[in-house]
């Protein structure tokens, strides 16, 4: 039997798309013969897929799994080609279903998950087996992973998948870990406190303001203290523990959290397809797509 080296599956694999397991199989069935193995990965459905992968994937859904106890929880975001089947149950099945392995394995990264098995069947797989069933191209981008075995997980799906929230939190209730979650999918903190807030970016705001407030006339000598106040505010938009609890707007997020006996260790907050290319197509070649 011909030796099946890494060189090889990588090969196989460039050329045909399937996963690389899928790959390995296929040259052990077929004794190192290249074309025989993409032949065999053809008839499985396998290789499909590659005639997908130069497409772009920028819609989806970002969904979520919690551990029954609420001490391990899971976002993932996952890509597909249309809305049209982010909706579909198929899809956010799959979704669920990375989101459930997230939390059984506890991978490192990204990679580890790809190559982590459920099933007998690797996550990497299954991506690819879906994009040859489906018919467009699915691509696992990013997860989040929260364990905290002295407090509590909780999760919030926002329009069915559009946003996702993922909230690591001590002491509290479920429901205040909700309202939590909500606030973070409303107003988009970057950062739990301010000591997360990195200098660079403090520093900028203050050139960007002091320069705002030398157009507008302010007296050199008053423009540093109006600066402070502007930095304040900037704070409580953009830290969570600063921001107004939309529930209550009289309340801050702290004091919410303080009349709890509360306090957010971390959080995450996906919104689906942020900062990925858009497909555009002009009116003329959509019209021509129709026709054909």
Not at 194 to 206: L, S
């Amino acid at each position: 039997m011909a030796a099946i080296t890494a060189a090889l599956v990588k090969d196989l694999r460039e050329r045909t798309g399937a996963g690389m397991m899928d790959c390995k199989k296929a040259l052990v069935a077929c004794d190192g013969d290249m074309d025989a193995a993409i032949d065999f990965l053809r008839e499985k459905g396998l290789a499909a897929a590659a005639k997908k992968s130069g497409r772009i994937a920028a819609e989806g859904a970002v969904l979520s799994y919690v551990s029954e106890d609420g001490k391990c929880g899971a976002i993932v975001e996952v890509n597909c080609e249309t809305d049209f089947v982010a909706k579909t149950d198929d899809f956010k099945a799959l979704v669920v279903s990375i989101a459930k392995q997230v939390v059984d394995v506890k991978p490192a990264d990204l990679a580890a998950l790809l190559a982590s098995e459920k099933d007998g069947v690797t996550v990497e797989a299954m991506v690819t087996a879906a994009t040859a069933k489906i018919g467009e191209k699915i691509s696992l981008r990013r997860f989040a992973l929260y364990n905290n075995p002295e407090g509590q997980v909780i999760s919030y799906i926002h329009m069915g998948g559009k946003i996702g929230v993922l909230v690591n939190m001590a002491g509290g209730t479920v429901e205040l870990g909700k309202d939590v979650a909500m606030q973070i999918a409303a107003a988009f903190p970057k950062y739990l406190n301010r000591d997360q807030v990195p200098a660079e970016e403090i520093e900028h705001e203050k050139a960007v303001q002091s320069e705002k407030f030398r157009q507008e006339g302010k007296p050199e000598k008053m423009i540093e203290k109006i600066v402070m106040g502007s930095i304040n505010k900037y704070f409580k938009e953009v830290c969570l523990v600063d921001q107004a609890f939309v529930k209550d707007d009289k309340m801050s997020v702290a004091q919410l959290l303080k009349n709890n006996n509360a306090e957010v260790v971390e959080f995450a907050r996906f919104q689906m397809g942020e900062g990925l290319e858009k497909k555009s197509e002009d009116f003329a070649a959509e019209v021509m797509a129709q026709m054909q």
